[in-house]
């Protein structure tokens, strides 16, 4: 059974930085597509950043610049560092995972698998 648990959520002030971590288990090897969601209060799931099993990143116009995103393939880990961050960044960030996906990866990717969540609250 597949599992992602994200860690690293925390309150900080805008202009801040946080990095937080997802490292997922019961997948035999690396999934393809590995990315972060966010869902503020009373808002829907955002995507925010995807990443290919080579690397390749996609992020989401609200945050490039600012965040960024990694993954270790043999850990099957991806990790969001998160920079310049404003109160609307506040929000549960999610990690997710698919195994296979026809249409890339990237912020549009349906996702197949996803953590329980971490809290991020950016306020003075």
């Known amino acids: 059974q597949v599992q992602l648990v994200e860690s690293g959520g925390d309150s900080v002030q805008p202009g801040g930085s946080l990095r937080l971590s997802c490292v997922a288990s019961g997948y035999s090897e690396a999934p393809y597509c590995m990315g972060w969601f966010r869902q503020a209060p009373g808002r829907g799931r955002e995507a925010v950043a995807a990443i290919s099993l080579g690397g390749i990143t996609d992020y989401a116009s609200s945050v490039k610049g600012r965040f960024r995103v990694t993954r270790d393939n043999a850990r099957i880990a991806t990790a969001l560092q998160m920079r310049s961050l404003t109160p609307e960044d506040t929000a549960v960030y999610y990690c997710?995972?698919?195994?296979?996906?026809?249409?890339?990866?990237?912020?549009?990717?349906?996702?197949?698998?996803w953590g329980q969540g971490t809290q991020v609250t950016v306020s003075s």
């Open positions: 997710a995972a698919v195994d296979v996906s026809y249409t890339g990866c990237n912020v549009t990717t349906v996702f197949r698998s």
